[in-house]
């Protein structure tokens, strides 16, 4: 539906309800309907209640990161705290401000609405220079899209801001200010996002993190063959996709599922991979996929390859090649088509998730804060543009015989008198730190909770210590945890894993470099 008719239904639905005394539930992913047509709101994701009240008052103050992103906020930083009312917005350059109330240690994050910002020019910043509460952020080299009725304007430092133009305006001189500023009371103050000595912590030793998510969901198409189980070669395109990602160190890779998910999730279990679930696969669109593993892997690295399983023929070189790039979002480029998979930055996806509009990834990744910093990455890669969508593409030239290269697998097992501690259970405790939950991890992971348990009390046993904290029930629900000795285990297996890995791509060359070509 397109804007204009939507905006004529939202009228013509707020009229009726004038007339109605009676409650109306309304579910919807739109934030203008919401305020529009809710006095009360509540706002959920991933099955939990983030805020509950008046909407008004939930747009005015958010309090956790997801809310404010849900209410549209697109400018929010994790913190430092630097007094009782100063902070210091760490992925905003450093920036410093102040704010209009004491920050408590529950305050972990920052928002700032893009109508908040109030331009400035030379001489009227200079009057608030002397001021504690100033909160001037000078503009330089920001990126100008141009909108209808709007600029759309990010700055440096990745803050966002617009304004107001209109149809007949096309020069940009004079719409970029030397200043902005923002009143101490329009600072929203959050909780939910991660401090910066968390986050220093979790990256010791180690480079940018690159995960991926994969659409398996089998959404509404017009193909007749459910598309990740087609044969490529001595294997399918599910396993082809998450086979060739590994290969080039990428982890973690999360599979959305949906149809036929029980046959996919146990086609995929020993590839160490996060299985979600779309239940509502049949009604809703590709793009609410992409926003499910988005979400679900957004806190655990810096950047996200996205593809449907559709495209199972793009090289670990194109990866490689991809992992290069620091920008917001990059794109493989063949022969002047663009291709997949892309590559998003977690900056990138606060805006990916509050997109509403048409042609799902595509348009989102049109956005200006977005497009505005997306790389065209060219590769000699034709398999970014090859999709295997139906029996036919496979028997499609060398699709129906293309095997997958031989490549090392080095696996570290611990031992004792035998093996207690080795992939699948670093991939648990991975993800009972990341869900807080033995259930939820279990459910990923497509194994009995019986097994986990299994699993869990054995590493215990043999190390001497425990690896959870755990409560069930109660007022609050249930949790698991690990202990602090349990997390400094598992990053230093994970960092030998990686180091294991690499040194195995090595020995590997040297020894077998020739080895397909011969067979040949």
């Given at each position: 539906m397109d804007t204009y008719l939507r905006e004529g239904l939202r009228l013509e639905l707020a009229d009726a309800l004038k007339d109605y005394d009676g409650v109306t539930i309304m579910v919807t992913h739109d934030r203008d309907e919401a305020y529009q047509l809710c006095d009360n709101l509540l706002l959920m994701d991933r099955g939990c209640v983030l805020a509950a009240g008046r909407t008004r008052d939930i747009f005015q103050n958010p309090v956790t990161c997801r809310a404010a992103r849900l209410t549209g906020c697109k400018n929010i930083s994790r913190i430092e705290r630097l007094g009782e009312r100063r902070i210091r917005a760490v992925d905003w350059d450093g920036l410093e401000l102040a704010t209009d109330r004491p920050v408590g240690d529950a305050i972990t994050g920052v928002g700032i609405r893009a109508h908040d910002f109030e331009p400035l020019s030379e001489s009227s910043a200079r009057a608030y220079m002397e001021r504690e509460d100033a909160n001037l952020i000078k503009v330089c080299a920001p990126c100008i899209s141009e909108m209808p009725f709007e600029w759309y304007i990010t700055l440096q430092n990745g803050l966002w801001w617009k304004k107001e133009k209109d149809i007949h305006t096309h020069d940009t001189a004079g719409v970029v200010p030397r200043w902005l500023r923002v009143e101490p009371s329009a600072l929203l103050l959050l909780t939910g996002a991660r401090t910066r000595l968390l986050i220093y912590q979790e990256r010791r030793n180690r480079l940018m993190k690159t995960g991926a998510v994969i659409i398996a969901a089998g959404h509404k198409s017009t193909i007749s063959r459910f598309q990740p189980m087609l044969p490529v070669g001595d294997s399918t395109v599910i396993r082809r996709i998450i086979i060739t990602l590994k290969?080039?160190?990428?982890?973690?890779?999360?599979?959305?599922?949906?149809?036929?998910?029980?046959?996919?999730?146990k086609h995929i279990a020993g590839l160490r991979?996060?299985?979600?679930?779309?239940?509502?696969?049949?009604?809703?669109?590709?793009?609410?996929?992409?926003?499910?593993?988005?979400?679900?892997?957004?806190?655990?690295?810096?950047?996200?390859?996205?593809?449907?399983?559709?495209?199972?023929?793009?090289?670990?070189?194109?990866i490689q090649r991809m992992m290069g790039s620091r920008a917001m979002a990059a794109c493989p480029v063949y022969d002047g088509k663009r291709g997949h998979p892309v590559l998003v930055s977690k900056a990138a996806i606060p805006s990916l998730l509050i997109y509403h509009g048409e042609r799902g990834l595509r348009g989102a990744l049109r956005q200006p804060e977005i497009n505005g910093h997306l790389e065209e990455i060219p590769v000699e890669d034709e398999g970014i543009i090859m999709a295997v969508e139906s029996d036919e593409d496979c028997a499609l030239g060398s699709l129906g015989r293309e095997k997958l290269a031989v490549y090392p697998?080095?696996?570290?097992?611990?031992?004792?008198?035998?093996?207690?501690?080795?992939?699948?259970?670093?991939?648990?405790?991975?993800?009972?730190?990341?869900?807080?939950?033995?259930?939820?991890?279990?459910?990923?992971?497509?194994?009995?909770?019986?097994?986990?348990w299994k699993i869990l009390k054995e590493a215990e046993r043999q190390l001497g210590y425990p690896l959870l904290i755990t409560q069930s029930g109660g007022a609050e629900g249930g949790f698991s945890q690990l202990t602090p000795k349990s997390k400094d285990f598992l990053d230093r297996y994970l960092r030998m894993e990686r180091e294991l890995r690499m040194e195995g791509e090595r020995l590997y060359k040297k020894y077998f470099t020739g080895e397909e070509e011969t067979e040949s």
């Open positions: 290969r080039a160190g990428i982890d973690p890779v999360v599979v959305v599922t949906g149809q036929k998910a029980d046959e996919v999730e991979v996060i299985c979600l679930r779309n239940q509502d696969y049949e009604q809703t669109q590709m793009y609410y996929s992409i926003c499910m593993g988005l979400n679900y892997i957004e806190d655990l690295c810096d950047r996200v390859f996205v593809l449907p399983a559709k495209f199972p023929m793009f090289l670990p070189d194109t697998q080095v696996q570290l097992t611990l031992e004792r008198n035998e093996g207690f501690f080795g992939p699948q259970a670093a991939q648990f405790l991975s993800l009972i730190d990341h869900t807080g939950s033995m259930q939820t991890a279990c459910r990923q992971m497509h194994m009995s909770y019986t097994k986990g």
